[in-house]
C-alpha cells in the first residue's frame, strides 16, 4: 500500500491542524532541550575563570553565617549578576516546558481519537459495502476485531511515529550538530553507540512485528472461534461438545500466548542492551571529556553541557525503544485494516479476505 493511498495517512491528511499543533508543541520541547544546559555552562565556567578574593571562611561550617554571607553579596555586590541570569533562565525552561507538555499530550490524545474515528468509519463503510459472497467466506468474528480492536490500536502506530519524528529524531540530530560545533573530536564519542543501536533496532524490530503479526491473526480467530461458539451454544449443549469448544480455544490462546512471549523477548533483549550501551557511553563520555580539559581543549562548562546532552541524547533513543513494541503491534493492526481497504466490491466475487482460515472442527459436526 502507497503511503499516500493508506488509511492512516487519509486520516492524518483530514485532520492536518491537530498535526501541526502536535509538531509546533514537540518542535519547541526540542528547541528547551537544545537551550537548557547552556545558562548552567555560563554560571560554571565564569566561576572557575573568576574565583572569589573575599572568601569568608568561617561560612564554611556556619549555617546562619552562610545565609549572612550569601545575602550582603545578592544586595552589595554585583558579583552575583550572573547567578540571576543563569537562574532566570532556567526558571524560564523549567516553567515553559511543563506547559508545551501539557498542550502537546491534549493535542495528541484529540488527534489520536480523530484519526481512530476516521479509519473505523472507512473500514466499516468499506466492509458493508462489500458483497455477500464475502462475509459467507470470512470469519464475523475477525471482521468485528479489526472494526473495533485494530482501529484502536492504529492509534498507538500514530503517537509513535509523531514522537519519534518529530521530537525523538530531531533532537537527536541537534543534540549532534551542537556538540560538533562546541568540539568536533569530543563530539565523536556520542556518534560511537547510534550505529550499533540502530542495527539492534531494525533487528529486533523486524522480528517483534512477525511475532506480534502471527498473534493478531490468532486472535482474530479465536473472537471467530468465541463467537460462533455462542451463536451456535444450544448445538453445543445438545452434543455435548463444551470440552471441544474448550480446547480448540485453549490451543489458539496458548499460541497467542507464545507469540506473545516471543515478542516480549525481543523487546527485553532490546532494553537490556540499549541500558548496556548508555552505561558504557557515559564512562567513555566523562573519561574522554576529563582528558579533553586536561589538554585544555574543553572548559569544565563545556564538559557540563556533553554531560547534559548525553543524557538528553539516550532519553529519545529511550523513547525510541519504548516505542518498538507499540509500534510493531500496531502495524500488524493497520496491515489488517488495509486487507479491507483494498478490496473493491465490484470484483472481489467469492473471494476471501487474506489470512482467512476454514472454520472451527465444532462447527462442521454442528452442522
Request: charged share 20%; net charge neutral; aromatic share 10%.
Amino acid at each position: 500500500v502507497s503511503l499516500r493511498s493508506s488509511q492512516l495517512y487519509l486520516a492524518l491528511k483530514a485532520h492536518w491542524l491537530l498535526v501541526l499543533l502536535v509538531s509546533i508543541t514537540m518542535v519547541a520541547q526540542t528547541g528547551l532541550t537544545l537551550v537548557q544546559p547552556w545558562p548552567v555552562r555560563m554560571m560554571i565556567d565564569h566561576v572557575v575563570e573568576n574565583p572569589s578574593h573575599e572568601q569568608d571562611i568561617a561560612a564554611k561550617n556556619d549555617l546562619l553565617r552562610f545565609i549572612i554571607s550569601t545575602m550582603k553579596g545578592f544586595f552589595y555586590s554585583q558579583d552575583f549578576d550572573f547567578l540571576y541570569k543563569g537562574i532566570g533562565i532556567l526558571l524560564a525552561i523549567y516553567l515553559i516546558n511543563p506547559i508545551l507538555l501539557y498542550f502537546q499530550s491534549i493535542f495528541l490524545s484529540r488527534l489520536g481519537q480523530q484519526v481512530v474515528l476516521h479509519i473505523r468509519k472507512n473500514l466499516f463503510a468499506q466492509m458493508i459495502a462489500l458483497p455477500q459472497s464475502f462475509f459467507e467466506k470470512a470469519q464475523t468474528g475477525d471482521l468485528t476485531s479489526r472494526v473495533s480492536k485494530d482501529t484502536a490500536d492504529t492509534q498507538d502506530i500514530l503517537e509513535s511515529f509523531i514522537t519519534i519524528f518529530v521530537r525523538s529524531l530531531p533532537t537527536v540530530v541537534g543534540i549532534l550538530i551542537v556538540s560538533f560545533s562546541i568540539d568536533w573530536i569530543y563530539a565523536l564519542t556520542f556518534v560511537v553507540a547510534i550505529p550499533t543501536f540502530y542495527w539492534a533496532n531494525v533487528i529486533l524490530t523486524r522480528r517483534t512485528k512477525d511475532a506480534m503479526r502471527r498473534q493478531k491473526r490468532i486472535e482474530g480467530e479465536m473472537a471467530s472461534d468465541v463467537q460462533e461458539a455462542f451463536y451456535y451454544h444450544k448445538a453445543v449443549a445438545t452434543l455435548s461438545l463444551e470440552s471441544d469448544v474448550v480446547d480448540d480455544f485453549m490451543e489458539s490462546s496458548r499460541q497467542s500466548a507464545l507469540h506473545g512471549l516471543e515478542a516480549g523477548r525481543f523487546q527485553a533483549i532490546l532494553a537490556a542492551s540499549l541500558d548496556l550501551l548508555v552505561g558504557i557511553t557515559s564512562l567513555f563520555v566523562l573519561f574522554v571529556g576529563i582528558l579533553r580539559i586536561l589538554h585544555g581543549c574543553l572548559t569544565v562548562g563545556q564538559l557540563m553541557v556533553f554531560l547534559s546532552y548525553l543524557s538528553s541524547l539516550f532519553k529519545p533513543i529511550r523513547e525510541i525503544s519504548k516505542f518498538t513494541g507499540r509500534i510493531a503491534k500496531s502495524a500488524a493492526a493497520l496491515e489488517r485494516i488495509e486487507e479491507i481497504a483494498r478490496l473493491n466490491p465490484l470484483e472481489i466475487g467469492a473471494a476471501e479476505l487474506p489470512g482467512a482460515v476454514e472454520a472451527p472442527s465444532f462447527r462442521g459436526n454442528i452442522e
